[in-house]
Structures are given as structure tokens and as C-alpha cells.
């Protein structure tokens, strides 16, 4: 073994993924905590040369390279993020695709020429991982928050065309607001991008109306809904739920409700709402926002088909869509 200011066998023990190489960049020594990483024994390495072991696509070896000869001409340097792959410690015909931070250190002689260069690394894998979420979230958040300007736009707007006067102009649009603020602050948890139907229908007709329970009931399957379905469907059952209350099922202890949802092919879902009251119900002439919403806007946005059926016996509204992209 060479003589060096430092003896490279005190590096086999050093508390960090450690490795030495010559000027061939053949291994000539590793640290304990390396072998445990590359899942490999030191006789394993040892006169082995770097690209052999860990082979990998030019363009990143030649990263790594570049590096190392830096090293080795005296100049210490660091490279911050390498995507680079390497067989997996545990079945050895796979290989593991990870972020390494690399820092390349040159090892001097006694005499101060440099014929190894030190190794160390660290997995940053998961940190990584982390950024590109954070900033996958913030690009969703502000592409969120836009449509939601926007939607919010629409309806200030509509709202207002419907309205004999300011007082009931506020009251119909606070509502719309409130009930779109609800999605919103159930999906600020833990789901931050889905929701599943049941919790949303259950949240929306909660709010309130808690003592309607005996006369609404819910049932469907488990299916998960992105933000933006979320909020869209949400705005239909506010708008169903408001008319119920004034005309339909909910405004007398006699009307029943029934909520009902099932999954069609391609992925989708029908939504069904279907009342039962005791007394004929006579459908308004009046298309308002409301109805622009349940008819048009609800089901255009989801990417499906609405119909609305002013039975005798009741009003059937049912959300057809036939595909989507499923929430991860």
C-alpha cells in the first residue's frame, strides 16, 4: 500500500460512505458503511475498476469522471446531484436508480503528489424526491387557485344576472362561496389532491342539516375523486340541497332523499339524486345560475353528461361520466 499522510486502511472504519481509488480509478479502499451501501465485500473491489463494477450511461459516467481527474490534479470539488444507478444490494440482477451528493477529495503523498482520490457520498434520494413534490404541490396550488379565481368570477357574475336585489344577490352568492370553502378545507388535509364521494356528499349534506339525517340516505362505492371533480361535484349537491330545501324532499318531514353513486366502465361514475315527496312537485319556469350549473357547468367540467327529471314523485338528477384520469 502507498504511503499517504493519512493510512488508508483508518478509512475501511470512517462513519461515512467512503471509497478510494487510484489513478486508473481501480478501488483501494472502501468504508464499511460503502460496502453496506453498494452491498458488496472489499475483496470484492479491491484492483476493480470503478465503471466496471457500477457501469452506467456515458453521459453520467463522464460526470462522474470529470469529477475524480479534477480530484486527482489537486482541486477538490463536489458534485451536487448525480442521478446514477446501481445494482441492488439485495438481488444484484436488478439494478437501484438513485440522487447521490458526491464530494471528490484528492488524497496527497507524503511527498504531495496525488495518486487517489476519496469518495464520499450520500443517498439524497429521498430529499430529492421531497423537492420535486413540494414543487409538483405548488404548481398544483396555483393552478388551482386560478381556476378557482375564475370559477369564483363566474359565479359573482351569473349570481348577480339572477338577482331582483343586492340583499338576495349576497345571500345566494355567499352560499355558493361557503360551500365551495367547505371542499376546500377538507381537501387542506392529508388528501390534499382526492376525496372520495362518499366523504364529500356526507360533508356537504351534514353542513346544516343535521337534523334532515332521518330523511337522507347515501350509498355507493369506494370511489376517489381529484380536487377540481371534488369542487365541481360539491357545487351541484349545493345547489340540489338548496332547491330540496325550498321546493323538494327536505322541506317538509314527509320527502325523502336518496344519494346514490356507482362506478361505470373507463373508470367513471353515475351520481345519482333522486326525492320522494308527498305532494306533487311543480318545477319552476325559471332557469336560473343554479340551473346553469346543474345542467351545464357540473357536468361539462367533469368531462360527463347531466339529466334532470321533474317526476311527480319527486326530482331524479343523475352526473354520467364515462372515463377520467383516477386520482393517485
Not at 132 to 161: D, G, Y
Request: proline content about 5%; glycine content about 8%; some cysteine.
Amino acid at each position: 500500500m502507498p504511503s499517504t499522510t493519512l493510512d488508508l486502511a483508518i478509512l475501511r472504519h470512517m462513519p461515512a460512505s467512503m471509497m478510494v481509488l487510484d489513478r486508473d480509478l481501480r478501488f483501494v479502499m472502501a468504508s464499511e458503511m460503502y460496502l453496506q451501501t453498494v452491498g458488496l465485500e472489499l475483496s470484492d473491489l479491491l484492483g476493480r475498476h470503478l465503471f466496471e463494477m457500477f457501469p452506467e450511461i456515458e453521459e453520467r459516467r463522464n460526470r462522474l469522471e470529470a469529477s475524480m481527474r479534477l480530484a486527482l490534479s489537486g482541486e477538490g470539488n463536489a458534485i451536487d446531484r448525480l442521478f446514477y444507478s446501481i445494482p441492488d444490494p439485495e438481488d444484484r440482477t436488478r439494478t437501484t436508480e438513485a440522487w447521490w451528493r458526491c464530494r471528490h477529495n484528492p488524497l496527497p503523498n507524503c511527498d504531495g503528489s496525488i495518486d487517489h482520490v476519496v469518495q464520499i457520498t450520500e443517498n439524497i434520494t429521498e430529499l430529492v424526491r421531497a423537492e420535486e413534490m413540494k414543487t409538483a404541490i405548488a404548481h398544483e396550488m396555483q393552478h388551482r387557485v386560478s381556476n378557482l379565481l375564475s370559477l369564483v368570477q363566474i359565479i359573482a357574475r351569473r349570481t348577480a344576472a339572477h338577482a331582483d336585489t343586492m340583499p338576495a344577490f349576497l345571500e345566494r352568492f355567499d352560499e355558493r362561496l361557503q360551500s365551495m370553502a367547505r371542499t376546500h378545507s377538507y381537501l387542506a388535509g392529508g388528501n390534499w389532491n382526492r376525496m372520495s364521494i362518499r366523504e364529500m356528499v356526507a360533508r356537504q349534506l351534514e353542513h346544516g342539516h343535521g337534523d334532515l339525517a332521518g330523511q337522507i340516505a347515501i350509498g355507493g362505492p369506494d370511489i376517489s375523486l381529484g380536487a377540481s371533480e371534488a369542487l365541481m361535484l360539491s357545487m351541484a349537491i349545493h345547489e340540489l340541497t338548496t332547491n330540496s330545501l325550498k321546493y323538494g324532499a327536505l322541506r317538509d318531514a314527509e320527502g325523502k332523499l336518496d344519494v346514490t353513486w356507482s362506478k361505470s366502465p373507463g373508470k367513471g361514475f353515475n351520481f345519482d339524486w333522486t326525492e320522494t315527496v308527498s305532494t306533487p312537485v311543480t318545477p319552476s319556469s325559471r332557469n336560473g345560475f343554479g340551473s346553469m350549473i346543474l345542467d351545464t357547468i357540473v357536468p361539462n367540467q367533469l368531462g360527463g353528461t347531466a339529466s334532470r327529471d321533474f317526476a311527480p314523485g319527486g326530482l331524479r338528477y343523475r352526473i354520467a361520466v364515462e372515463d377520467r384520469s383516477v386520482p393517485a
